[in-house]
């Protein structure tokens, strides 16, 4: 499982995932309330030793788009995200492989963070139709040579 399977699966194990979306899609979320989106931003290598082991960092945007009618929901909105982000630093240890230069590499997730949630869009400035958020999430992960 690479990284962003990995964080994907991490993010639909969140315990109160059924509360706030129905499904955590990949690269765009879905204009209906209760939608996640992981949208991969970038993979950096971060540090290499001698013997070739790697420490990588991955960076994404989960967009989510809820209700915001009015101020009670865009508070529960704001509180879910804090909730998750709290919630994603706890989840280090998870396996990951990497492919590079075509061969296949085992590896695991030393630390995640999730930070920067605020509101994204309102579509064509209605809050009836929901709005949408964007919060960064950033793991940073080791691959043995």
């Given at each position: 499982m690479n990284i962003i399977e990995k964080v994907r699966e991490i993010l639909q194990s969140f315990p109160k995932i059924s509360e706030v979306c129905n499904?955590?899609?990949?690269?765009?979320?879905?204009p209906e309330p209760t939608s996640y989106g992981?949208?991969?931003t970038g993979d950096n290598l971060v540090a290499?030793?001698?013997?070739?082991?790697q420490t990588r960092q991955h960076t994404f945007l989960l967009y989510t788009t809820y209700s915001g009618i009015n101020d009670y929901e865009r508070l529960n909105n704001?509180?879910?995200?804090?909730?998750?982000?709290?919630?994603?630093?706890?989840?280090?240890?998870?396996?990951?492989t990497s492919v590079i230069d075509g061969q296949e590499y085992n590896g695991i997730i030393t630390k995640i963070t999730a930070e920067n949630g605020m509101l994204y869009s309102v579509p064509q400035e209605n809050t009836l139709d929901g709005v949408q958020y964007q919060l960064q999430i950033i793991a940073q992960y080791t691959i043995e040579a």
């Open positions: 499904e955590v899609h990949v690269d765009f979320a879905d992981l949208s991969s290499e030793d001698i013997l070739g082991n704001s509180s879910a995200l804090l909730e998750l982000s709290h919630w994603i630093r706890t989840q280090t240890g998870g396996e990951v």
